[in-house]
């Protein structure tokens, strides 16, 4: 049972990661990002997802220096995830983007590093990579994201170290329920990227419906949708209300029916690209 904000899953080589954290996908370097981290941070959140590519590893090093002084909180109370973008993607190139990314978040380890996209020809040699920064401890953990099961199964011939999180694309369009089975069976932790669709979910009318039985939002019945199917998850927003919202979803249990009635709603509809069919 998840019961709290800073409850965690226990990943494969013991590491332990939030259930819920905050993503900060498009939301510029500035005083909005940097509010928006700290806002989490100080309402209880403990995990922070960013990217190279999102260009504000910077802000978001800013939010977690300013809240760890603020809320008082050591360093190793926070998780904080990024990832390796697709243009870095080598065995050097990729050592050389850890260590750019944490000069940019001031910090001296990540928790979770990931191979953003799989870019077939290089993700291998990049995990290569990834592998190294593990074994020599200067990450806590290393995962993938966009990784279909046939990704996976490539990654697992040679690898070393088994991902243990597997970042991608979640929602009740998008439930991804074979490659659910596929991580549970290696013990790779499934993570949610857009659980809100981006918010493009919040007129849907069997959502709303059991939103309204709960005295609920949409948004806080598809959060809990996940934690309820074991499925970590980082909704973004940058108004300190909806991230207190995102995170009041602890006092409530969807029941059975209605966990299948979302599971049904699943239409293999995507928001974001399709890892087997990238330009980029
Ligand atoms: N690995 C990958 O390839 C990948 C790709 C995409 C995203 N991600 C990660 O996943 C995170 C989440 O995905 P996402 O940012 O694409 O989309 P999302 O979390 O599904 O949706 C974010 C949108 O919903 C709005 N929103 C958030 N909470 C709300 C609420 N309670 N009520 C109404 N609107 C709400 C936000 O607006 P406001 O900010 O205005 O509140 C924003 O427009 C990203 O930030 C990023 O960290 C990873």
Not at 97 to 107: P, Q
Not at 226 to 246: A, F, M, W, Y
Not at 256 to 269: P, V
């Amino acid at each position: 049972m998840i019961e709290h904000l800073q409850d965690t899953t226990t990943l494969h080589n013991g590491v332990k990661m939030p259930w819920l954290g905050l993503g900060v996908f498009k939301v510029a370097e500035g005083l909005e990002l940097v509010q928006a981290v700290k806002s989490a941070i100080k309402h209880g959140y403990r995990s922070i997802d960013t990217a190279a590519i999102y260009e504000n590893e910077k802000g978001v090093g800013q939010g977690i220096h300013e809240a760890l002084l603020e809320d008082k909180l050591p360093r190793e109370k926070l998780f904080v995830t990024s990832k390796v973008w697709n243009a870095d993607l080598g065995y050097e190139s990729t050592i050389a983007a850890y260590e750019a990314s944490l000069s940019k978040l001031g910090l001296d380890y990540l928790d979770l590093y990931l191979i953003h996209w799989p870019v077939q020809g290089k993700f291998k040699e990049a995990w290569r990579a990834l592998e190294t920064l593990y074994k020599e401890g200067r990450v806590k953990a290393i995962g993938v994201s966009n990784f279909h099961i046939h990704h996976l199964e490539e990654l697992l011939q040679d690898a070393e170290i088994k991902p243990m999180v597997n970042q991608v694309e979640l929602h009740p369009y998008l439930n991804q329920q074979e490659l659910i089975r596929f991580c549970k069976d290696h013990d790779i932790q499934m993570e949610a990227w857009s659980p809100l669709m981006q918010g493009q979910l919040f007129d849907q009318p069997i959502l709303n419906e059991i939103a309204t039985k709960h005295g609920k939002s949409v948004a806080q019945v598809i959060i809990r949708w996940d934690l309820q199917h074991g499925i970590v998850t980082i909704p973004k927003s940058t108004k300190e209300h909806r991230i207190i919202e995102n995170a009041d979803v602890f006092n409530f249990r969807l029941s059975d029916e209605e966990m299948t009635r979302i599971d049904s709603l699943h239409q293999n509809h995507r928001v974001g690209p399709d890892p087997d069919n990238f330009d980029f």
